[in-house]
């Protein structure tokens, strides 16, 4: 099993004991690459004892101010949650999207994201991810613990990596990173403000639509190009105009 492009990130984890008991078991799994999106209280000795002969995955952790820092080189991302959303996602199985970021991680980058023990991600938060996996618990007792939800999916990432059959799955080559499809998404807000097609303020509900729209054709970096290209055009004339001088 080469983890060497999975990553696991904690979004504002509040409780050190519980970053010490993910690279417990991140250490179980095989995975190495913790990224710890503004933790509330680390580095930390309680960490440090749940991690137990983890302390290495601590050792190496990255810890980042904001979430895009810690995905955006990344071309597959997966955003966890233990409820439903009223915006559609697409969604997958814990086994069927670690079987898909295994066959991602032989090309490039991969992230697994985690939100707060609290609230989870935000729907914010969810927009910067390709895919939404839910660990199917039952409806009265849906919350699970920060670790236990991480040893769950790397779980069926060790199983991913070792079972026949696996490299048939296909990564999507020259697929966006995470960095590029939220400059696209900016532009595409900028844009659409200026022709006058978004009329609510703030436009977050029509934006997060037209997102889970291209989201569904997995974006490549060629897409993502074209259709910035296509922005840009339309964007050209509207400034030609306001540079001519008035007419006499």
């Known amino acids: 099993m080469d983890s060497s492009r999975i990553r696991i990130v904690l979004v504002q984890p509040s409780h050190p004991g519980n970053i010490g008991a993910v690279a417990r078991a991140m250490g179980n799994m095989g995975l190495q690459k913790l990224y710890l999106v503004a933790p509330k209280?680390?580095?930390?000795?309680?960490?440090?004892?749940r991690a137990?002969?983890?302390?290495?995955?601590?050792?190496?952790?990255?810890v980042c101010a904001h979430l895009d820092d810690a995905i955006g080189d990344c071309r597959w991302v997966v955003g966890t949650s233990a409820r439903p959303r009223a915006i559609e996602w697409p969604e997958m199985t814990p086994r069927a999207a670690m079987a898909q970021a295994a066959a991602e991680s032989a090309r490039h980058e991969v992230a697994i994201v985690f939100g707060r023990e609290s609230s989870g991600l935000s729907n914010s938060e969810l927009d910067r991810c390709d895919i939404l996996v839910r660990v199917p618990v039952v409806a009265e007792f849906a919350s699970l613990n920060l670790a236990a939800a991480v040893l769950i999916l790397a779980y069926e990432l060790r199983l991913a990596y070792t079972a026949a059959g696996v490299t048939e799955l296909a990564a999507v080559s020259g697929s966006a990173t995470a960095e590029q499809v939220q400059h696209f998404y900016e532009h595409l807000e900028v844009v659409l403000g200026e022709i006058g097609f978004l009329t609510a303020?703030?436009?977050v509900k029509l934006m997060r639509k037209l997102k889970a729209l291209f989201r569904r054709s997995r974006l490549s970096t060629e897409d993502i190009n074209i259709l910035r290209g296509i922005l840009t055009a339309v964007q050209q004339p509207r400034v030609r105009r306001q540079q001519l001088p008035p007419d006499p």
């Open 201 to 203: 303020k703030p436009p």
């Open 41 to 49: 209280d680390y580095p930390s000795p309680e960490a440090i004892a």
């Open 52 to 62: 137990a002969a983890a302390v290495s995955v601590l050792d190496r952790a990255t």
